[in-house]
C-alpha cells in the first residue's frame, strides 16, 4: 500500500499554496469559491486518469508516478465538495449538508467501494478492478458536468459566500 507521511502531505500543502499565490490554507476555501464547480471537475478528471494509469502499471516505480495525482484528485474534490454543500444547502443547514456529505462520501460511497472493488478485484483483478474505477469517475464527471450545464450555473439555494 502507498502513503505518505504528515509531513509529505504539508510539504504538498505548502506547495499547492504557493503555486496558487495563497499565504493559509483558509485561503484555498476562497480560491475554489472563486474558481467555481471546475475543481470537481477537475479532481474527478484526475482520479479517472490516476485509475488509468494503475491499471496500465507493470512497474512499481510508475505506480509511485501515478500517486502524485492523488493530491489532485482527493484533496480537490474534498476542498470542491465542501464549498459545494455549502452553497447548495438552504441557509442555515450549511453544517448539516456538510455532515450529510460526510456520511455519504466516507460512510456509503466508502462502504460500497470496499465491497464491490473488493468483489471486482477477486473475479477481475487489479487492473480490470483500476479501469472500472477510472470509468466510474469519468462518467460521474460526465454526468456532474451534464447536470451543470442543464441547471445552466443555476441551482436552487445557491447563495453566494460571504467575504472575510
Do not use: C
Amino acid at each position: 500500500m502507498l502513503t505518505i507521511s504528515p509531513k509529505t502531505a504539508e510539504n504538498h500543502v505548502r506547495n499547492i499554496l504557493a503555486k496558487l499565490h495563497l499565504n493559509r490554507k483558509q485561503e484555498l476555501v476562497r480560491y475554489a469559491l472563486d474558481h467555481g464547480i471546475d475543481r470537481i471537475l477537475s479532481a474527478l478528471a484526475a482520479f479517472a486518469l490516476r485509475g488509468l494509469a494503475y491499471s496500465l502499471v507493470a512497474d512499481p516505480a510508475w505506480a509511485v508516478a501515478a500517486q502524485l495525482l492523488h493530491g489532485l484528485s482527493f484533496s480537490a474534490m474534498w476542498i470542491a465538495a465542501v464549498v459545494y454543500a455549502a452553497q447548495i444547502a438552504p441557509r442555515g443547514l450549511g453544517a448539516s449538508a456538510l455532515a450529510a456529505m460526510n456520511a455519504a462520501q466516507f460512510g456509503l460511497a466508502a462502504a460500497t467501494g470496499a465491497l464491490v472493488g473488493a468483489s471486482l478485484y477477486a473475479l477481475a483483478g487489479p487492473a480490470a478492478t483500476f479501469r472500472v474505477a477510472g470509468g466510474l469517475a469519468l462518467a460521474g464527471l460526465v454526468l456532474f458536468a451534464a447536470a451543470e450545464r442543464g441547471l445552466g450555473g443555476r441551482r436552487p439555494h445557491v447563495r453566494p459566500a460571504a467575504r472575510t
